[in-house]
């Protein structure tokens, strides 16, 4: 009987995707993104209008959330890879690239009511989506130390398809 020739690689990759990633289908699809920033001190308000499309990746083992906004008049584009469950902090790890240059790792956790938070070091939003599954809000905050967190942004998303 010839030899197995599998890699390690491989042979840890699960048959398949952990049945948890299946909470995130409440993201998918094309949303209509509409809010603003909130403005504070010598900082204005600045709208917000755009897409944000999720979509899984080949395997159904990732999640890629791609954002396409207009903040004021600055075009702002996100990529983001949502995936992998890790089960003893309930979380699934994320990682973000923005078209200004800047990345940041988060984690996202869903609560028994199907609320969402994404944390991250310098950013937090908690994200609640309708029971129609036809429109989410989001309140944005952020922070400089790591101590204080500000209110920075509140979203609306609206399903396009």
Request: charged share 25%; aromatic share 10%; glycine share 8%.
């Amino acid at each position: 009987m010839p030899e197995s020739k599998t890699t390690p690689a491989e042979q840890a990759l699960p048959d398949k995707p952990n049945p948890a990633l299946k909470r995130l289908d409440v993201l998918v699809g094309k949303w209509r993104s509409e809010g603003q920033t909130i403005g504070s001190g010598d900082e204005p308000a600045v709208k917000i209008k755009g897409t944000d499309v999720y979509e899984w990746f080949d395997g159904d083992y990732f999640l890629i959330h791609r954002v396409d906004v207009l903040m004021g008049a600055q075009p702002v584009k996100v990529i983001e890879v949502i995936g992998g469950y890790d089960a003893s902090s309930q979380t699934y790890p994320m990682r973000s690239f923005d078209s200004q240059g800047n990345f940041q790792n988060m984690q996202a956790s869903v609560d028994e009511q199907g609320v969402w938070k994404f944390t991250g070091e310098k950013i937090r939003t908690t994200l609640v989506v309708a029971d129609d599954r036809q429109t989410m809000t989001a309140k944005w905050e952020r922070t400089d130390d790591g101590a204080v967190w500000q209110h920075w942004m509140d979203m609306k998303f609206t399903k396009a398809n």
